[in-house]
């Protein structure tokens, strides 16, 4: 045979020792992914409940971003905590609206942060108010605030749930 003539070798290609371990753990993984035991699949499934439930409450902020009926407002009390509230508050304060969900009108601007009454002899921080159109939907909000219970969402029964008090608008 001529050097022009050779025939092409095969070429064999060993696994390295590095290969074959990457190989086994990745095996030795997805079997462990399997197989869990009875508690990581009860930590698994509280994570999944309770990601399943923190959607659910963004997706209830959300609606309660633009101008809601009462019946969503009392709905709504089931799905948000009391600090979810504040943030749908602070976003709508960013939107300049009223503060109150089921209040359409633009947020008052108010000089100043502090009111003196000088018949009570009082000083009022006014800061708060200032998220509202006014004082009626300041004490209906903050109303359905107070209502708004700490109880993490997974963990309520959302079944026999109470449902909250809501003051309409002009009432």
Known sequence: MSTSE???RKIQKRK???NDNIDSQTRSSQTNQTKLTKKQQLIKQSLETRKHFEQLSLEW???LYETVSLGILRDSAKFILPHHYQEIIEERNASKMCGYPICSKPKQVI???YRI???ERKIYDISELKNYCST???ASSKFFFTQLSD???YLRDLQNWKP???IPLGG
């Open 6 to 8: 050779k025939k092409p």
């Open 16 to 18: 390295s020792k590095k």
């Open 61 to 63: 902020q959300e609606k």
């Open 111 to 113: 000089q100043g942060q």
């Open 117 to 119: 009454s000088y018949h």
């Open 136 to 138: 009626i939907c300041f």
């Open 151 to 153: 109880e993490p969402l």
């Open 164 to 166: 909250v008090d809501v």
